[in-house]
């Protein structure tokens, strides 16, 4: 994939998030994959933009880091945007909701619209066969019918 198409697929979300009209309060990037286009969508968007750090990759399970409590944000009717590069297996999206749930866990009741309603999911590419769902996506695969690896900019050697 090249930065033009990069540039494509970011334009789309961008369209597609002002069709919305859902507007994010701020944006989080996911540390690597997710930290470039976050960054294009935080220009186009005229947002600001955080890194959050969740490395599941390659059978790490490195946890996540970040200056932010999203959860509260989130509670306090904050709407976040998270971006990656991919959503393949789910894998990512699965632990950080399930993170962000336990975080608030006896604190604010966690539930599926406070997940939908106030924090939305982009990707470049979506996997029509993950786990998981997103609002936001450049384009969709399906990894069931074509395995190829996608390989971005920023992962070419």
């Not at 991919?86 to 999206?93: F, K, L, P, R």
């Amino acid at each position: 994939m090249d930065w033009i198409k990069i540039e494509s697929l970011t334009d789309s979300i961008v369209v597609d998030i002002k069709s919305s009209k859902w507007i994010p309060n701020y944006i989080v990037g996911i540390v690597r994959g997710g930290l470039l286009p976050a960054v294009l969508l935080s220009h186009k968007l005229g947002i600001q933009m955080h890194a959050l750090n969740v490395s599941l990759r390659d059978g790490e399970d490195l946890g996540s880091e970040s200056n932010l409590w999203i959860p509260e944000d989130v509670v306090n009717n904050n709407n976040v945007l998270i971006v990656d590069d991919i959503n393949d297996s789910g894998a990512t999206m699965s632990w950080i909701r399930n993170d962000w749930y336990s975080s608030v866990a006896g604190l604010y009741p966690p539930t599926d619209l406070w997940w939908h309603n106030r924090i939305k999911v982009a990707v470049l590419a979506n996997n029509l066969g993950s786990s998981e769902t997103v609002d936001y996506r450049g384009m969709d695969i399906d990894k069931r019918i074509d395995n190829r690896w996608l390989v971005f900019p920023w992962e070419s050697k």
